[in-house]
């Protein structure tokens, strides 16, 4: 079970748009900076935002973050097949347990 | 371009200690600014950040783990290891190794945490 709750899957078409949501307590989120990683298949975790918001150079500004709260939400304009993949939330966790957290994950299907 | 390359046995068998290595290249260990971690994926299941530590040779771990893992890092080498003692079934996965940053901004009294390079990591099974 994960400390950060995101829903299993989510679907959109091609050129559609689509949000994964991230949620967690004030102990993680809520206190905390939020990033996001996409998972191609059978490849190695990639940072798409950290900071909630921010972009590393090289991802294109079809991806975007925001918080509110405890909660977080990635959001992908413009869907392309390539952005089949898992995706997952990450933060750190300031409570008596404190340490790095992730959430479960989602999968994304482009249909 | 910073690379990371993890290596160590495929296969562990129970009750042993798993021992991975991580070598960085394109850049400095020894670098103020970043940590230096071990994230692991169950097949088929999430991502589980195992612990990290600083050039100075500083540690911190997943509480949930802390009982068995040891994290050191040789500078000379450029590389950091990770030793995972006792393992059973539960602990095969996938193994990476990342940079991250990890740092309180003051101000706002918050965490920034994210982990900027991976790794292309390792499956180590534990079998008999």
């Known amino acids: 079970q994960s400390v950060l709750t995101q829903p299993p899957s989510v679907s959109a078409a091609p050129g559609q748009k689509v949000t994964i949501s991230c949620s967690g307590s004030?102990?993680?989120?809520?206190?905390?900076?939020v990033s996001w990683y996409q998972q191609l298949p059978g490849t190695a975790p990639k940072l798409l935002i950290y900071?909630?918001?921010k972009r590393p150079s090289g991802i294109p500004d079809r991806f975007s973050g925001s918080k509110s709260g405890t909660s977080a939400t990635l959001g992908i304009t413009g869907l392309q097949t390539g952005d089949e993949a898992d995706y997952y939330c990450?933060?750190?966790?300031?409570?008596?347990?404190?340490?790095?957290?992730f959430g479960g994950g989602t999968k994304l299907t482009v249909l | 371009q910073l690379q990371l390359q993890e290596s160590g046995p495929g296969l562990v068998k129970p009750s042993e200690t798993l021992s991975l290595t991580c070598t960085v290249s394109?850049?400095?260990?020894?670098?103020?600014?970043?940590?230096w971690g071990w994230i692991r994926q169950p097949p088929g299941k999430g991502l589980e950040w195992i612990g990290s530590?600083?050039?100075?040779?500083?540690?911190y771990y997943n509480p949930s783990l802390k009982s068995r893992v040891t994290i050191s890092v040789d500078t000379s080498k450029n590389q950091f290891s990770l030793k995972l003692s006792s393992v059973t079934a539960a602990d095969t996965a996938v193994y990476y190794c990342a940079r991250h940053i990890r740092d309180i901004v003051v101000v706002v009294a918050a965490t920034l945490y994210y982990f900027d390079y991976w790794g292309q990591g390792t499956l180590v099974t534990v079998s008999s």
């Open positions: 394109g850049g400095s260990i020894s670098s103020s600014s970043y940590y």
């Open positions: 004030s102990s993680n989120i809520g206190n905390n900076y």
């Open positions: 900071d909630n918001n």
């Open positions: 530590i600083y050039y100075s040779g500083s540690t």
């Open positions: 990450g933060t750190w966790d300031s409570s008596l347990s404190a340490g790095g957290v």
